[in-house]
């Protein structure tokens, strides 16, 4: 039986064996969403993104009930920085470059403590950690090898900020064949008009890049599959 979730621009489709769809939960680090990493050395206001932190949360715990794929995501560069081109290096002009020391550590360098995911939203063992020096999982990374060794064609797109690397990450996935849905509550942005932008972008042109909803649809469907796992024949 095929689950539906109510969706714009109309209803996606998950796939029926659901070891095929994967929750993938883009940089939900301390260096952007807390005061003294990244996000802040930019000139943000960090702490608006922790309001997504209680539907994500209520997501991820649905897909380790039903012992799905999980994919964390975490934005970082090596200690010598070769791995990140001057470009981006150089670009930002706040007082705190990537790589100088911060409250929190160094910033957006792999292992400093400002650089881990949030503990509310921490990785279990097992689950799939992709250390990315791009705005995009697939760029330089093994997101793609990973999620083809999975069989997963379906990914629930999720994190911060919605029009830098959800965004990003969502086109590279729909460009390799994907079909992706944006949590819509699940997302955040330092810019509200930019995350309300993305969502219609994204879905506009009958799902140009693909789908929208809020969790809770999501939930519902997922909630449907238990009960049709353990409906009488
Ligand atoms: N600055 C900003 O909005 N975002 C990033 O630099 N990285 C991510 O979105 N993760």
């Not at 949590?183 to 789908?211: H, N």
Request: glycine share 10%; hydrophobic share 40%; net charge negative.
């Amino acid at each position: 039986m095929s689950l539906k979730v109510e969706a714009l621009p109309y209803e996606y489709e998950l796939p029926e064996d659901l070891s095929k769809l994967a929750l993938v939960i883009i940089d939900m680090q301390r260096d952007f969403m807390e005061p003294g990493g990244f996000g802040d050395a930019l000139g943000n206001d960090v702490l608006r993104l922790q309001a997504i932190v209680p539907a994500l949360k209520e997501l991820l715990a649905a897909f380790r009930a039903l012992g799905l794929t999980v994919v964390h995501t975490i934005e970082c560069h090596q200690p010598d920085l070769s791995d990140c081109p001057p470009s981006k290096l150089n670009r930002g002009g706040g007082a705190l470059k990537i790589g100088d020391e911060g409250p929190m550590g160094r910033i957006l360098v792999r292992g400093e403590p400002g650089n881990g995911i949030i503990p509310e939203l921490a990785p279990l063992p097992g689950e799939v950690v992709i250390h990315k020096p791009g705005k995009g999982a697939f760029y330089a990374t093994p997101l793609g090898a990973i999620l083809a060794e999975r069989g997963i064609t379906h990914l629930l797109v999720t994190g911060v900020t919605t029009e830098v690397c959800v965004q990003t990450t969502m086109r590279e996935a729909n460009d390799r064949g994907y079909e992706c849905l944006m949590v819509e509550d699940c997302t955040e942005s330092y810019f509200p008009e930019f995350k309300q932008s993305t969502l219609e972008m994204v879905r506009a042109q009958g799902g140009i890049v693909g789908w929208t909803a809020p969790s809770t649809n999501v939930l519902a469907a997922l909630a449907a599959s238990r009960v049709s796992e353990v409906a009488p024949a």
